[in-house]
């Protein structure tokens, strides 16, 4: 496993970045800022080796464009928390409001944008496995949290991502990962024409700001939302349904079907390249982000990043689980062991 500097953080603590490679010469790259995928390579149709992750060269450039999560774990709740607040035991703690009056993924300063610490590297298995502390209140989460996430390489051109977190007071978990896919190549631009399918036949529709999800669960068929067949991404995604308009696109929860075990939640295909991504999680729903928000700026390699320019399958509980009671709760206690885990397969057929 080849270990290499990632440059800084503005503390100067320096970033890593690891290289897993397996036999078929794919290749998986995650640096400890953030416990990030960087890049994914995979031989495609045409023998041509694509990079299928948007991602920058370096920690500071992560840092300057934390904004987009690119490839990052996302926690300690990932998606929003409506109102910036959250009721544990009676106790209400205040979150920071960095979305609107919302908490988005954390807030501005959580373990997305920290750098972690490796805890093994398991050459057998193609693994690594990162660990950070987030303490009591950290960005006023109550509880100390031990948290580790493991990304394996697998034989099949999968890269297989596992998270583990304890904690000492009774609090939420829901971590995910915020990779950016274009199955044309990070640097291909418009994923419009890629096709799409997920594994859900409703969605949970938000509210017209702020994006919190309303509660209610609503059938896909009939509506853009309708993945339960192959479709362009593009296809329908500047339709007048109230739902994108609101979104400008893609940004959902999806309800998946998986009843908490480990199976497909969605797949996608590059014509171009015969890419193939088969997407897996235990967890209850998947936000599809379709990169609405992505300003124009430079990414890998002098690549030029745009809006969707890339789409997000993050696995995950349901958006503001912790204050809606329709949704199943994300309740931690105090010494239970979370898990959850997500895979991303390549293929070419
Ligand atoms: C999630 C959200 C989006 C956006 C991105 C990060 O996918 O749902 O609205 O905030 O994260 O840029």
């Given at each position: 496993m080849?270990?290499?500097?990632?440059?800084?953080d503005?503390h100067?603590?320096?970033?890593?970045?690891?290289?897993?490679?397996n036999?078929n010469?794919?290749?998986?790259?995650?640096?400890?800022?953030g416990?990030?995928?960087?890049?994914f390579?995979?031989?495609?149709?045409?023998k041509?080796?694509?990079?299928?992750?948007?991602?920058?060269d370096?920690?500071?450039s992560?840092i300057e464009?934390?904004g987009y999560?690119?490839?990052a774990?996302?926690g300690?709740y990932a998606?929003?928390?409506s109102?910036?607040k959250l009721?544990?035991?009676g106790?209400?703690y205040a979150?920071?409001?960095?979305s609107e009056t919302?908490?988005?993924?954390?807030?501005s300063?959580?373990v997305?944008?920290?750098?972690w610490d490796?805890?093994?590297?398991?050459?057998e298995?193609?693994s690594i496995?990162m660990?950070?502390?987030?303490?009591?209140?950290e960005?006023?989460?109550p509880g100390?949290m031990?948290?580790?996430?493991?990304?394996?390489?697998?034989?099949?051109?999968?890269v297989?991502?596992?998270?583990e977190?304890?904690?000492?007071k009774?609090?939420?978990a829901?971590?995910?990962?915020?990779?950016y896919?274009?199955?044309?190549?990070?640097?291909?631009?418009f994923?419009g024409s890629q096709?799409l399918?997920?594994?859900a036949?409703a969605?949970?529709?938000?509210?017209p700001t702020?994006?919190i999800?309303?509660?209610?669960l609503?059938p896909v068929a009939?509506?853009?939302f309708?993945?339960?067949?192959?479709?362009?991404?593009?296809?329908e995604?500047?339709?007048t349904?109230d739902q994108l308009t609101?979104?400008k696109g893609y940004?959902?929860?999806?309800v998946?079907?998986?009843?908490?075990?480990l199976?497909l939640m969605?797949?996608?295909?590059?014509?171009?390249?015969g890419?193939?991504?088969?997407?897996y999680?235990?967890?209850?729903?998947v936000?599809?982000y379709?990169?609405n928000?992505?300003?124009e700026h430079a990414?890998?390699g002098?690549?030029?990043y745009g809006e969707?320019?890339g789409?997000?399958?993050?696995?995950?509980?349901?958006?503001?689980?912790?204050n809606?009671?329709?949704f199943?709760t994300?309740?931690l206690?105090?010494?239970e062991v979370?898990t959850?885990?997500?895979?991303y397969?390549?293929?070419?057929?």
């Open positions: 080849l270990k290499q500097s990632f440059g800084t503005t100067g603590r320096e970033a890593h970045l690891y290289t897993l490679a036999a010469g794919t290749q998986l790259k995650v640096t400890t800022l416990a990030a995928v960087v890049s390579v995979f031989r495609d149709k045409n041509i080796m694509r990079d299928i992750v948007l991602g920058y370096k920690a500071e992560y464009q934390g999560y690119f490839g774990t996302v300690r998606n929003r928390i109102g910036a009721t544990i035991g106790v209400e979150l920071e409001a960095n919302n908490n988005l993924h954390s807030g300063n959580g997305s944008h920290k750098i490796v805890e093994c590297m398991n050459e298995q193609n496995t660990k950070i502390e987030s303490g009591d209140l960005q006023g989460f100390t031990q948290i580790k996430v493991t990304f394996t390489l697998t034989d099949d051109d999968a297989r991502i596992d998270y977190a304890v904690s000492d009774d609090t939420v829901n971590f995910t990962n915020h990779s896919f274009n199955l044309a190549g990070h640097d291909g631009g994923v096709k399918k997920i594994y036949d969605f949970t529709p938000v509210t702020g994006s999800p309303t509660g209610e609503r009939g509506t853009p309708d993945f339960t067949q192959f479709k362009e991404i593009g296809k995604i500047n339709d349904y609101y979104t940004d959902h929860n999806f998946l079907k998986n009843g908490g075990r199976e969605a797949e996608a295909v590059c014509e171009s390249t890419i193939h991504l088969y997407a999680t235990d967890r209850p729903g936000q599809l379709a990169g928000f992505i300003a990414g890998k002098g690549a030029r969707r320019h789409f997000c399958l993050e696995a995950q509980c349901f958006p503001d689980a912790v809606n009671p329709a199943e994300p309740l206690k105090a010494g979370y959850a885990a997500a895979v397969r390549l293929a070419l057929d």
